[in-house]
């Protein structure tokens, strides 16, 4: 059994959020933490108080807005999240790829503060703002290629997916657009387009943007092969597919994330991806990398590109970017971004400077604490113990990922036939023992890790202790 130190406390009673404590710093292995770095279980998770806020959401926010989890956050950093109850969760999530820094990196609090007090929107449209420039000149450089470079700001994924689209489609003078089963790009209607599952993204939602076509994902443990077979077969039927369903010469550009997300960290075999980029340019097609969840060191280099040498022509980021703040970008070919002609991309609030400041903060903090590295680290970490445990159930079909995004795929025992059903339960197993656990996948049978980059090796261990005592009572 798993250890989990739970403190009888009452709970606070109080009708509305308490004000603001000081702020206090907490060492742990080294690093200066907001908030202390362990599990504590104080109430049953949810607690009282986070149920009583969960009443009033329900009578105040639509329930079209799901909530997986329904504890309240008061304060966050590290790996540790804390509620309204006092309860001390290990984070496995970051917000879905976002709070990779930490939610409460200094850097970002500082450079943001600073900014908040300066001034905190004019429109870059209207009157603009060095920081904008700054964060334009930190993308063109650490993005893949050394070719010149170019890039606008937006506020979401969504968004940056649909400018990268508006501008393929300028550029190029085509309309159609290639995007790829079990793929996530957002929940706007053109992205929607693009996503391949229906619920909870698609279902009642359409009509949706015209002159999209899905072909088929290099998915390895649903294909039959080895790696460089597998890589071929896919490859052969994603060009057999378009020349039958669209025709090479009518493609503006094909859209795929290097490693899906939301269709459940779908690793493809190495040389799938380069093939791809090498159609599209015999081809004259714009080749998009969605790295909106893989990017900003999540996979162990500073986007998944690089790990096969793979330059996009564009490239769309958020998540990671700004430590928590909304931000996205599109990046790319100077002659590609320069088509557009002025004023044909923007937004009110597209790279607002004080999320502007905050994504300084954090890629310097991902620069001066080598987080592309700690993800690797983790993968380590991860691999092994994900390993001993498929060795204990057969239930676990593969491991897979990259880096700090990795998951496990959960099949009926002895087939490859998805089990949700479980997938849940040991979902729910975690949720319970205090570890923010997610799932994704087409099917919704794969468990996914996205851990801050910042953890430490302890907590993973709890954390991953926890997903072990899960398994032996829920399989």
């Given at each position: ?408 795929e959960i099949v009926k025992p002895g087939t490859t036939t ?58």
């Amino acid at each position: 059994m798993v250890a989990i130190t739970v403190v009888a406390v009452p709970a606070p009673a109080r009708s509305r959020r308490s004000p603001r404590r000081a702020s206090h710093r907490y060492e742990h292995q080294g690093a200066v933490m907001s908030v202390p770095q362990k599990r504590e279980l104080r109430t049953a998770i949810p607690g009282p108080r986070s149920q009583e806020l969960h009443q009033r959401t329900k009578q105040a926010v639509s329930s079209g807005v799901g909530v997986g989890l329904p504890v309240y956050v008061e304060k966050a950093g590290g790996g540790i999240v804390v509620d309204v109850d006092g309860n001390q969760l290990i984070d496995m999530g970051s917000g879905i790829a976002v709070t990779s820094v930490g939610a409460s990196a200094q850097r970002v609090i500082d450079r943001a503060q600073a900014q908040l007090e300066d001034f905190t929107h004019t429109c870059f449209m209207v009157t603009p703002y060095e920081e904008y420039t700054q964060v334009a000149e930190k993308l063109n450089e650490l993005t893949p290629g050394d070719h010149e470079k170019r890039t606008a700001l937006f506020n979401s994924g969504a968004e940056a997916v649909e400018n990268a689209i508006k501008i393929a489609r300028h550029h190029t003078g085509r309309t159609a657009v290639i995007a790829f089963d079990h793929a996530y790009h957002g929940r706007t209607n053109l992205t929607m387009a693009l996503t391949a599952k229906n619920m909870p993204y698609k279902h009642g939602f359409g009509p949706f943007a015209s002159d999209v076509y899905r072909m088929p994902m290099a998915y390895p443990y649903r294909w039959t092969g080895d790696a460089a077979s597998i890589a071929d077969d896919a490859f052969e039927a994603f060009t057999s597919a378009v020349s039958a369903q669209v025709s090479a010469q009518n493609v503006a550009a094909v859209i795929i994330e290097p490693i899906q997300g939301e269709g459940g960290f779908i690793v493809p075999p190495s040389g799938w991806l380069a093939k791809i980029a090498q159609w599209c340019r015999d081809n004259g097609i714009v080749f998009i990398a969605d790295e909106v969840q893989t990017g900003f060191c999540r996979t162990g280099d500073w986007f998944a590109c690089d790990h096969e040498g793979v330059v996009p022509d564009l490239i769309t980021t958020a998540k990671g970017i700004a430590g928590g703040l909304p931000l996205s970008a599109v990046t790319g070919r100077a002659e590609i971004m320069d088509a557009v002609h002025a004023s044909g991309l923007g937004g009110t609030y597209g790279g607002n400077p004080v999320a502007c400041a905050a994504a300084l903060g954090s890629i310097e903090t991902m620069e001066q604490e080598d987080l592309p590295g700690r993800a690797r680290e983790i993968e380590a970490i991860f691999r092994e113990r994900l390993g001993q445990l498929a060795e204990k159930h057969e239930a676990i079909g593969e491991i897979r990922g990259r880096g700090a995004m990795m998951a496990v795929e959960i099949v009926k025992p002895g087939t490859t036939t998805p089990d949700p059903d479980l997938t849940k339960a040991v979902n729910a197993a975690c949720h319970a023992a205090g570890v923010i656990t997610l799932t994704a996948g087409t099917y919704g049978n794969v468990l996914r890790f996205l851990p801050p980059l910042v953890i430490s090796d302890d907590l993973l261990g709890e954390a991953l202790d926890v997903l072990e005592e899960a398994f032996a009572t829920q399989a």
